[in-house]
Nanobody, 119 residues
Framework: QVQLVESGGGLVRAGGSLKLSCAAS????????MAWYRQAPGKQRELVAV???????TYADSAKGRFTISRDSGKNTVYLQMSGLRSEDTAVYFC?????????????WGQGTQVTVSS
């Protein structure tokens, strides 16, 4: 099993910055990628950014140029640095981790952290 704990959410003004953290614990060896998703009220959960344990990153179009995902393997932590925040970035942000197929391909989720951007 893998446990994910997010932190760093809060209230920020439009144009401001915020850095989210996701600390993973448990059977980290089972994982091959971690990601940030977000869900705004009344909307479906959507992918924001992914980082593989090989170092590759992928971003949603809405995040490109403004958000940066990174991973500190020594701390088993993934970060999402967000800048140029907009009101439409307001959402609950969830950390997600993918396990290798050999371990069932299970997806693990954190409890979420609220990000509110005021205009």
């Amino acid at each position: 099993q893998v446990q994910l704990v997010e932190s760093g959410g809060g209230l920020v003004r439009a144009g401001g910055s915020l850095k989210l953290s996701c600390a993973a614990s448990g059977n980290i060896f089972m994982l091959n990628a971690m990601a940030w998703y977000r869900q705004a009220p009344g909307k479906q959960r959507e992918l924001v950014a992914v980082v593989t344990f090989g170092g590759s990153t992928t971003y949603a179009d809405s995040a490109k140029g403004r958000f940066t995902i990174s991973r500190d393997s020594g701390k088993n932590t993934v970060y999402l640095q967000m800048s140029g925040l907009r009101s439409e970035d307001t959402a609950v942000y969830f950390c997600e981790a993918d396990s290798l197929r050999g371990y069932g391909g299970t997806r693990y989720w954190g409890q979420g952290t609220q990000v509110t951007v005021s205009s």
